[in-house]
Nanobody, 122 residues
Framework: QVQLVESGGGLAQAQGSLRLSCAAS????????MGWFRQAPGKEREFVAV????????AYADSVKGRFTISRDNAKNTVYLQMDSLKAEDTAVYYC???????????????WGQGTQVTVSS
C-alpha cells in the first residue's frame, strides 16, 4: 500500500518561508517522479513543481518559479518543497503525488497525499 504523508504546512506572513515535506512508503521511492500540486478554495488543483526520480530534473509553474524549490532525499524517501517569498495567493492545500512520468499533468500521478494547508497572511 503506497502512502504519501505531507507535513510542514501552517500560517506564514507574506514574504516569509515554509518548508513542506512528503514522506513516502510502499513503493520504491527512487524509481518515481514526485510532484507538488495545490488547490485553493473554489479553484482547480494546479501544478506547482515536479522532480525526476534522480533529482536531476525539475520543473516549476511560472507562478512559483524563482521562489519555490523542490528537492528529494531518496535515502529518506522524502520530497521537499521550500517556499520562499510567500504571497497571499500561495494560500492553498498542498498535495504531493507520485508518478511514473516526469509531468505537469495531474493524470500522470497515481498516488496522492492527503494534503497540508498553507495560509499566507498579507
Amino acid at each position: 500500500q503506497v502512502q504519501l504523508v505531507e507535513s510542514g504546512g501552517g500560517l506564514a506572513q507574506a514574504q516569509g518561508s515554509l518548508r513542506l515535506s512528503c514522506a513516502a512508503s510502499g513503493r520504491t521511492f527512487s524509481s518515481y517522479a514526485m510532484g507538488w500540486f495545490r488547490q485553493a478554495p473554489g479553484k482547480e488543483r494546479e501544478f506547482v513543481a515536479v522532480i525526476s526520480w534522480s533529482g536531476g530534473d525539475t520543473a516549476y509553474a511560472d507562478s512559483v518559479k524563482g521562489r519555490f524549490t523542490i528537492s528529494r532525499d531518496n535515502a529518506k524517501n522524502t520530497v521537499y518543497l521550500q517556499m520562499d517569498s510567500l504571497k497571499a495567493e500561495d494560500t492553498a492545500v498542498y498535495y504531493c503525488a507520485s508518478g511514473s512520468r516526469f509531468s505537469r499533468l495531474r493524470q500522470a500521478y497515481d498516488y496522492w497525499g492527503q494534503g497540508t494547508q498553507v495560509t499566507v497572511s498579507s
